[in-house]
């Protein structure tokens, strides 16, 4: 950079090559920019890969049961991913989303199945408590200006508490009214059994993804992530964004509880425990910046399937499931690396 | 508003009453004084360039007349009415648009979604309503007609990214944005400070632009070449009062200079 700026600056004739410095591009480089314009590129790539490769290993791994195996293994973490991608888009992580999720889906499983309430209530219930463990969240970030990691990490641990209070330590498995579960129940499209839950996912990841891409409010999501001063100085409200996104993300967990015990056809006290990491997994795999700005719904969709596909694509071809837990850490870390390769466009 | 044809156009315009008008303005840090009384007149098409020394008050006088500072006294007039900023969005309400040093642009985002943040347009009907659905085209094609009309050629794309323009046009989306919008005075702080000959004759370029659209500019500089290229009038601040107010055609450069430094005085 400050190479090119001396060439700009000598007198005479120098500007072309200067130009020519700044612009030269290699095939690497043209590939960085795109990957750099459309952030779920790379996360297609690799699931199209891992899907054609863990094919050709064991013929098995594509008949129509494993994949309908794969998609209900991603409802849960895929949902919850959802919130977690608003709050990392803006600059922000959420370490709580899985005790968040599981507290609410005590209160739903619970409320419906112990204290016989309308499902419809419980549900409502549930919701209820979804939206005040985001704006706990999103108070403490906003007003009390504590970095989102340590807010999280704190009420990871009040949520888990809660929850483990509430629910005395024990699962709830059985009698859990029919609408409760209902996301787990199954429809066969071609031979592959698909729940609702699945479909319920993808239409909520649709919603966002237009909210997100085609909604001020979605613009300001990015803005604040990407530069918060400089959004701030374009008039949008920083901590309103920020608190209404800490909501909406609360609201979305109140659905993952209901996708879980769907799931399930259950609750259980550790239900969320792995989902608090494993959805800044997928998000992370997904191509959205762990800084902020930088990313799409989308690819944390693509990111969820990913991870369903390797574990299942290694069980299936007879590995240990340690390798599994090796791989996804590898994708994690390689993912990672990918971004900082790509935000050097930047400069 | 129609077109001014040139620098000297605006020399016969002090007859018109100010756009802005700053009077006595006093703001003090403890005891440490930043403006003394100073006071300010912008008129209408015009580029008022303010310079001085690094403590002289030129960050606090525009601070005050953008409203990220509240002057301990003195009083702002704005079409001459009284006007009292609390904070920035005041005075952007009011239709004075600031580009900030350093650069407040959203970089990931493209173009004509910089222009429009903050006041992003909907569909009509209830696409725009009720599901609140922003009219991406509709602001895409008038970001085109904004940057055509100040006469910013460089930006061809308004799709692209903001991240990957050179800083000259990273800089002409924040100044497009800072005029685009029906604003009656554009403040640039230290625009051509980042950037290399080639891009800052581009700003420059935007400014006389701005001018012949009849949008008043301040123009905060330190570099003296640019000031006296563009300005009309040169507000010299030092130690924390005006020193003078000169026009290029009368004082040569070393002259503000000595101004500005206290080697030399004028008397009014």
Redesign the interface.
Known sequence: MSEA?TA??QPGGD?DLATEF?DRSTPLTRIR?LL??YPALSPALVLLVSVVVFGVINPRFVNPANLSLISQQVAVVGTIGIAQTLIILTGGIDLSVGAAATLAGFVIAQTATNNHLPSGLSLLLGLLVGLATGLLNGVLVTRMKLPPFIVTLGTLSIYTALLLLYSNSASIETGVPAPIVGLGNTFSVAGVQITFGVVAMVVVYAIVA?ILG????G??V??VG??P???R????RVTRVLLSVYIVAGALLAFGAWQMIGRADGIGPNDGSSVNLESITAVVIGGTSLFG??GTVWGTLLGALIVGVFEEGLAVAGLDVLYQVLAVGILVIVAVALDQWIRK??K | MNAMPDATASQSDESLAPILEARSLVKTYGRVVGLDGVSLKLYPGEVLAIIGDNGAGKSTLIKCLTGAEIPDEGELLLDGKPVHFRRPQDARAAGIETVYQNLAVSPALDVAANLYLGRERRLKGIRGSVFRLMDIKGMRDQARAELKALGISTLQDVTVPVENLSGGQRQAVAVARAAAFGSKVVVLDEPTAALGVRESNQVLELIKNLRSKGIPVILISHNMPHVFEVADRIHIQRLGKCAATVTPAEYSMSEAVAIMTGAQTVVH
Do not use: M, P, S
């Open positions: 700026k700009v600056n500007r700044l920019g750099h314009r237009v085609r909604t001020a409010w613009r300001h990015y803005a990407d530069d001063e400089a959004a100085l374009a008039g949008i700005g930088r466009v930047r």
